[in-house]
């Protein structure tokens, strides 16, 4: 699914990344980062296996860890833990997953009937 794999190559990036972060944010910021990522990529995967009425909230969920990340990511910037070069990097793919997961969530809700 592309979007999974716009994101996993986005990680990829994060990853290359967070080994240049100072230690003493290597087991607090970076992990937080880290944990937010897997987590999206898991709420991706699981949404594409799941019925209709199950994905919704879970592309919700998806989007509300993007917007997690977003948030960390420009923290990390605002301290200088990620230099602008590599935050508008992430930033430009993460928003371009924001947008994938903006669409995905257009689609299903055009699908779903209220209840």
């Given at each position: ?8 190559s ?66 990390s ?39």
């Amino acid at each position: 699914m592309p979007i999974i794999n716009h994101t996993l190559s986005v990680y990829k990036i994060w990853h290359e990344y967070k080994n240049n972060f100072p230690k003493n944010l290597r087991y607090t910021l970076v992990d937080k980062i880290d944990s937010i990522f897997i987590n999206l990529l898991e709420y991706l995967f699981v949404a594409t296996y799941q019925n209709k009425e199950e994905k919704l909230p879970t592309i919700l969920l998806a989007l509300r860890k993007t917007d997690l990340l977003k948030f960390f990511l420009r923290v990390s910037w605002e301290i200088h833990a990620l230099d602008n070069k590599k935050y508008i990097e992430i930033s430009e793919k993460l928003a371009e997953v924001g947008r994938m997961l903006g669409g995905w969530k257009k689609g299903l809700e055009s699908k779903t009937p209220p209840k």
